[in-house]
């Protein structure tokens, strides 16, 4: 049985939806402060905050955990530069209470959504897992304490993990059933999309970034593409492969521009673009190195073209205009 922490959340979700479609016995864990309930039909969703040791020990007391999944994080950077403590809190305070509750019980598996955040202002790109780690934020320290607290825990309790550091995750099932419902919303895709559907203008942050077309260039990860990866680091894990570290990206870097440009292909609507000053923290260019997920997980991302990472996601706002509140 497999814990999936934060199941209600955009990457969560997916990654329930496709051990569903495997048939793995898993049930997710959420406090439903940002995640949706419906965005779990077909897995067991118990209602609990990580924060909460005594609600950890009564679930880990009543199910018989192989593995345990952690995406029940607080992910917007800006966010975090306003309320460092609760992300403290909760990126960190909260996943110690998950591993200590794991140690009493003798669970040693443990998959963690780490973020590309973790490297900083990149030296050479694309990144490679080798890169230097300089975090510009707190989110970053955040993501980066617990890679280094897991390292301790494997060391020394045997309690083995892979660390997933996304890139940009983007994109929604193509079934339509799941997708990107943040609130509020500050990631590009949707963003754009929002512009396309009249609810709202875009900005392009900073168009003086030295690139080919000025804007910044990232890396955009479908979300099916990341839960497959996942489920290969719980079979890393289940096979007795050591705790490690991997890069997920699609290895292509496509500006904001670029973005824009594929939504107005996909949607058929050209809508107007703003344009504001350069978004503090943000690097001119973030582009993964994936060989070693590729090589050593086997990883093979379905969905490298960013106009289908914008169609799925154009599709998902298409038929959940309010979101999972449609
Ligand atoms: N952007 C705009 N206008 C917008 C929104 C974004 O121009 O309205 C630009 C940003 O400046 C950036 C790019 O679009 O250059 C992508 O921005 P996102 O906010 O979509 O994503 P980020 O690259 O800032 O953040 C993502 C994840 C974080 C993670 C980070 C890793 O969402 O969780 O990558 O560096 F920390």
């Known amino acids: 049985m497999i814990l999936v922490c934060g199941g209600a959340g955009y990457i969560g979700s997916h990654m329930c939806r496709l051990l569903r479609q495997k048939g793995i016995p898993h049930v997710a864990l959420d406090n439903l402060e940002r995640g949706h309930e419906e965005a779990l039909p077909g897995t067991p969703l118990l209602r609990a905050d990580l924060r909460d040791p005594a609600a950890l020990e009564s679930i880990f007391a ?98 083995r993990s892979v660390c997933l550091r996304y890139f940009n995750a983007c994109g929604s099932d193509p079934d339509g059933i799941l997708g990107e419902a943040h609130d509020p919303e500050t990631h590009l895709i949707p963003r754009v999309l929002l512009a396309a559907a009249g609810r709202g203008e875009v900005k392009v942050f900073g168009e003086d970034y030295n690139t080919p077309d000025g804007t910044c260039i990232r890396d955009y990860v479908h979300v099916c593409d990341l839960a497959d990866a996942h489920l290969l680091a719980i079979r890393h894990l289940e096979g007795g492969g050591a705790t490690d570290q991997y890069n997920l990206g699609s290895g292509t870097g496509f500006s904001v521009r670029q973005v824009i440009d594929a939504a107005k292909e996909v949607t058929g609507i050209d809508f107007p673009i703003g344009t504001a000053p350069r978004r503090a923290g943000d690097p001119a260019r973030l582009i993964a190195d994936s060989t070693k997920a590729r090589t050593e997980l086997g990883w093979n991302p379905l969905y490298t073209d960013v106009r289908t990472c914008v169609q799925h996601a154009w599709d998902w706002m298409l038929s959940h205009p309010n979101g999972y509140k449609s």
């Open 62 to 159: 009543e199910h018989a955990f192989t593995t345990v999944m952690h995406f029940a994080a607080y992910i917007e950077v800006g966010e975090s530069t306003k309320n460092p403590a609760g992300f403290w809190e909760n990126n960190v305070h909260a996943v110690w209470n998950l591993l200590e509750a794991m140690r009493r019980h003798g669970l040693n598996q443990f998959v963690f959504s780490s973020t590309a955040a973790v490297y900083g202002e990149p030296e050479r790109v694309p990144i490679p897992e080798d890169h230097p780690k300089n975090p510009t934020s707190p989110y970053g320290n955040t993501k980066l304490t617990v890679e280094r607290m897991l390292g301790d825990y494997s060391d020394t309790y045997g309690l």
